[in-house]
């Protein structure tokens, strides 16, 4: 699906690999190059036959729904927007959305052939949201675990963030990308 939107992004969504679908922005569209597209879709579809797409479904609901419940509580003392990016976090690694994120960027790099497309791609995707608001994941960060990097402003991202740091999965697409020459030589 194509989705209007001037965010890049892509998700999956769907219960199981038999009933899943992938959605991208008009804006990744715009971002990227057709290879480092091609490359952010095997990333996705690496999800999807990792059936993580119900897992960081099920993560995300809970974590807006304890978000609400805490925020609530929070909202008095002007802490409801920490608690709510709090709560997020560490309810997606309790979900391992970081052992999800590296497995599907090295699986998305093996089904595209190119892990520095990849690469390339989220490092464009971190450059571009660093230097863009994103008014619904700052509002709801349980949001933030349907974006292919953390959409959080940096200075708002804390370790207990939803996505692993950017610069470690490049370094790891680098690497996967040195092996798969060294395979081939």
Request: aromatic share 2%; hydrophobic share 45%.
């Amino acid at each position: 699906y194509i989705i209007a939107a001037h965010q890049p992004n892509a998700f999956v969504a769907g219960r199981d690999s038999s009933h899943a679908a992938i959605a991208v922005t008009d804006g990744l569209l715009k971002t990227l190059t057709r290879a480092e597209v091609s490359a952010v879709v095997a990333h996705e579809l690496a999800h999807v036959k990792r059936g993580d797409a119900l897992a960081m479904g099920v993560c995300a609901s809970i974590a807006a729904m304890i978000s609400a419940v805490l925020g609530l509580l929070a909202w008095p003392v002007g802490q409801r927007a920490n608690v709510n990016r709090l709560v997020s976090g560490l309810i997606a690694r309790a979900g391992r959305s970081h052992a999800r994120e590296f497995e599907a960027d090295r699986a998305g790099a093996e089904i595209c052939g190119s892990p520095v497309h990849l690469a390339n791609a989220l490092l464009k995707l971190e450059r571009h949201t660093l230097s863009m608001l994103n008014p619904v994941a700052e509002r709801n960060p349980a949001m933030a675990l349907m974006f292919v990097v953390d959409p959080l402003q940096a200075d708002r991202r804390r370790p207990s963030a939803t996505h692993p740091p950017t610069e470690r999965r490049i370094a790891r697409l680098h690497r996967q990308a040195a092996e798969m020459e060294r395979d081939e030589g």
